[in-house]
């Protein structure tokens, strides 16, 4: 019997769907602030369908983007879960969505300041989006991918393999600083 879509999850059934270790998810929980799942007795943790959409994005920025951990925070920081839950759905129209809704909010906020020159300038720093540029560099094809130290692009594997290796590096850290 499937469960509802609104249903929550156990990390086994979200770590299968999400085709990665329990592990990785429990590390993320320490990275991500917003990842909160609801923990029942014994410590069994329970995913909200926004938890798993969330994660889904994550997911997406680190595997398919290569973003690091550092780069998905400060997207996170910068632009709130929901713009990650729609680079992770592929949702361009809700990326560009609540892009313009932030940079409204910031010249509104430059303006109510005195800092808006009355030419509908954006902020400072706040760059305004040239035609044919993409959208922060998020919607980024293999082309545009990282750049190894011969000056050759890293595949899409070689990518996944590296950031594996890292997980599991870092939760050997984890366990490591545990015993100490």
């Known amino acids: 019997m499937d469960k509802s879509p609104d249903a929550f999850r156990t990390i086994s059934e979200v770590a299968e769907d999400l085709g990665l270790p329990q592990h990785v ?10 990842i909160k799942p609801m923990k ?7 995913y ?3 938890d798993v959409e969330l994660l889904k994005g994550i997911r997406h920025l680190l595997y398919d983007q290569g973003y690091t951990i550092k780069g998905v925070q400060r997207l ?8 990650v839950i729609a680079l992770g759905n592929g949702d361009v129209a809700a990326v560009e969505a609540i892009t313009r809704q932030k940079q409204t909010a910031l010249a509104k906020e430059a303006a ?7 030419n509908d300038a954006l902020p400072a720093g706040i760059a305004r989006p040239q035609p044919g540029r993409k959208l922060f560099g998020l919607l980024k094809g293999e082309e ?11 595949s899409k594997d070689n990518r996944t393999l590296l950031q594996e290796a890292l997980f599991d590096l870092l939760e050997c ?5 545990q015993v100490r």
């Not at 998810?25 to 917003?34: M, S």
């Not at 996170?76 to 713009?83: D, G, I, Q, T, V």
């Open 76 to 83: 996170l920081r910068e632009n709130s879960a929901p713009f």
């Open 112 to 118: 109510d300041s005195g800092e808006a020159d009355g």
């Open 48 to 50: 909200r369908p926004l």
């Open 25 to 34: 998810l429990r590390f993320w929980e320490t990275r991500f602030t917003q």
């Open 40 to 46: 029942r007795g014994g410590g069994r943790r329970y």
């Open 173 to 177: 850290k984890r366990l490591l600083d």
């Open 144 to 154: 545009d991918g990282p750049i190894g130290a011969d000056d050759k692009r890293l």
